[in-house]
């Protein structure tokens, strides 16, 4: 239901597979994939819950209200919250094997 009809959730099953493909692409370690796919689940868990919030909201309340879009709001901002975190999770755990990987190719090249 999410990724049929949420955008954002599209791009976040986009994100979770490229990130997967890149783990298995570089080895990840098991303590790599942990944190991975503990990133990858609260991606999911924030973006469920924010969808589950706004269709509530548009039930209670489908009129215009500045408390609605003040809470919307919020629940919007914890799923950006959660995917900046989980976007330095990925930094982390796949930029250092990314830069072995780059820095040797490249030396196998020049
Ligand atoms: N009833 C309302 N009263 C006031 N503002 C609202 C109302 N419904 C939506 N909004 C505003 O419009 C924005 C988008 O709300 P909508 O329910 O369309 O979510 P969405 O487009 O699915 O957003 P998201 O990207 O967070 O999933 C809200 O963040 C809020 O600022």
Redesign the pocket.
């Known amino acids: 239901m999410l990724v049929r009809t ?1 955008p ?1 959730a599209r791009l976040h099953a986009l994100a979770a597979i490229a990130v997967t493909i890149a783990g298995l692409a570089l080895e990840v370690d098991a303590a790599g994939w942990c944190r991975l796919a503990a990133a990858i689940a609260a991606v999911w868990a924030a973006e469920a819950f ?2 589950a919030f ?1 269709l509530l ?2 039930v209670v ?6 408390a ?2 003040d809470a ?2 919020a ?2 901002g914890a ?1 950006l919250a959660v995917s900046l975190g989980a976007a330095a999770v990925g930094v982390f755990t796949l930029g250092p094997p990314f830069w072995s990987w780059a820095s040797g190719t490249w030396r196998a090249l020049g």
């Open positions: 949420q954002n924010n969808t706004e909201c548009d309340h489908p009129e215009y209200h500045p609605v879009r919307k709001d629940a919007a799923v």
